[in-house]
C-alpha cells in the first residue's frame, strides 16, 4: 500500500494542478468583461452626445423656419405699408412690423446659440467616436492575449494528462476508483496529510483507530466527514 499510497501522492500533485488550470481556462474568458464593459460605456457615451446633436439640429432648423417665416411676414407688412389710407392704419403696420424685426433678431440670436452648441457637440462626438474605437481595439487585443493564454493552457492541460495516464495503471483499480470519486467530489482534493491528528482536507479530528491505520498503511484509509483518502506525511 506504501507504493500506492505515493503514486496517489504523484497524481493528487497532478490532479491539484489540473484542476487549478481547468478553474483558470474556464475563468479566461471573463476577464474580457471589463475590457466589453468599457467599450459598451464608450458607446453608450457616444450615443447620448449624438442624440443631443440630433436634438441641437433639429432645433436650429425649426428656428430658422421660424426665421424665414418672420422675414416674409415684415416684407408683406411692407407691402401693405404703401396701400394703407390713414394714420392709424400705417402706425397699426409699423407696429407689427417693429415686433416682427424683433423677434427676427431675437430668432437671429438663437440660431447664433445652436449653431455654436451644434459645434461643440460635433467636437465632442468625434472624441466619443475616437474612444469607441480605441476600446474596440482594446477589446480585440484583449481577445487576442486570452486565445493564446488559453491555447498555452491547453498545451499545459495536455502535458499533464499524459504525465497523469503513465500513473493511473499503476495504482489498483479498486483505490483508483475510489481516489477519482473522491476528486470528483471534493473539487479536485482527494487525498491529504493527517494535520495534528486532523483531517488535512475538512480538519475534522480523527479517532486514534483511523490515524493507527494510516500508520500502518495497510489499506486506504477514509475521513469520515468528508470522504478524503488520509495519509501520514512523514516528513511533518
Ligand atoms: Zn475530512
Do not use: W
Not at 151 to 168: G, I, K, P
Amino acid at each position: 500500500m506504501t507504493e500506492a499510497l505515493d503514486t496517489l501522492k504523484k497524481l493528487q500533485e497532478l490532479d491539484s494542478e489540473l484542476f487549478r488550470l481547468r478553474r483558470e481556462e474556464q475563468h479566461k474568458p471573463l476577464e474580457l468583461e471589463q475590457a466589453r464593459q468599457l467599450l459598451a460605456e464608450a458607446q453608450a457615451n457616444a450615443s447620448a452626445v449624438e442624440a443631443r446633436l440630433n436634438t441641437a439640429q433639429l432645433k436650429r432648423k425649426e428656428k430658422e423656419l421660424e426665421l424665414a417665416t418672420a422675414e416674409a411676414s415684415v416684407k408683406k407688412l411692407q407691402m401693405q405699408l404703401f396701400q394703407v389710407k390713414t394714420n392709424k392704419e400705417y402706425s397699426a403696420i409699423q407696429h407689427e412690423i417693429d415686433q416682427a424685426k424683433a423677434d427676427i433678431s431675437l430668432l437671429e440670436e438663437q440660431i447664433l446659440e445652436l449653431l455654436e452648441t451644434v459645434d461643440q457637440l460635433k467636437r465632442e462626438q468625434t472624441q466619443h467616436l475616437g474612444r469607441v474605437e480605441a476600446q474596440q481595439t482594446a477589446l480585440k487585443q484583449e481577445e487576442i492575449r486570452i486565445r493564446q493564454e488559453l491555447s498555452a493552457l491547453e498545451a499545459q492541460l495536455q502535458r499533464l494528462e499524459v504525465q497523469r495516464a503513465d500513473l493511473t495503471p499503476l495504482v489498483a483499480s479498486e483505490s483508483l476508483a475510489l481516489y477519482e470519486r473522491v476528486l470528483a467530489n471534493r473539487d479536485g482534493l482527494a487525498l491529504v496529510p493527517i494535520v495534528r491528528e486532523s483531517c488535512g482536507g475538512c480538519n475534522m479530528v480523527q479517532p486514534p483507530q483511523v490515524i493507527n491505520e494510516a500508520y500502518l498503511k495497510a489499506k486506504l484509509v477514509t475521513c469520515d466527514s468528508c470522504n478524503r483518502i488520509l495519509y501520514v506525511d512523514e516528513t511533518a
